[in-house]
């Protein structure tokens, strides 16, 4: 049962107000508090997010290009917002939808080559390349050598 605790007012008689346990869901108080919560925390992710859209991005485009789905249609739709949202907002970081799907498939391309089992050209279809050519013209502008060197260089095999 809730405890009553006198009200603090400027009436002569003593007024109680009953105090809602956190404890019971079934009441009022506590679903106010849960969505309340939930609210402050949605607000408090959309403020970090905004600041933060280029990383989503590259989150999400890690996981489409595993699945081969790398383009910008498959990642507004993963991320749920519309092509020009996106647009609008990784332009307001002072970078674009190639820009960051670049800097992912650099990434990848070395973890990837750190990996003994991988062969170049599995490398190169991971990272959504049609041919090796295009992968290795690729790794040579990010990298300045081609991907046989950069294993040899600094992954020793």
């Known amino acids: 049962m809730p405890r009553r605790r006198p009200a603090i007012g400027k009436r002569r008689h003593t ?7 956190d404890t019971d869901e079934s009441s009022h108080g506590f679903r106010m508090r849960r969505h309340l ?23 999400r485009l890690a996981d489409l290009l595993a ?19 996106l647009q609008r907002r990784l332009k307001a970081e002072k970078t674009s ?23 170049a050209l ?8 049609n041919n090796i050519s295009s992968f290795t013209t690729a790794f040579k502008s990010w990298y300045n050598m081609p991907p046989a ?8 095999f």
């Open 15 to 21: 007024r109680y107000v009953t105090r809602v346990r």
């Open 37 to 59: 919560t939930e609210q402050a925390e949605k607000y408090l992710k959309s403020l970090n997010n905004k600041d933060k859209i280029s990383e989503q991005l590259k989150g």
């Open 67 to 85: 699945r081969g789905e790398a383009n910008a249609d498959y990642a507004c739709r993963a991320m749920k917002l519309s092509r020009r949202t």
């Open 97 to 119: 939808f190639q820009k960051v799907l670049q800097e992912v498939r650099a990434e990848l391309a070395v973890r990837y080559l750190s990996d003994r089992r991988l062969k």
């Open 122 to 129: 599995e490398v190169a279809m991971l990272l959504g390349y």
């Open 149 to 156: 060197e950069y294993r040899q260089k600094f992954l020793a």
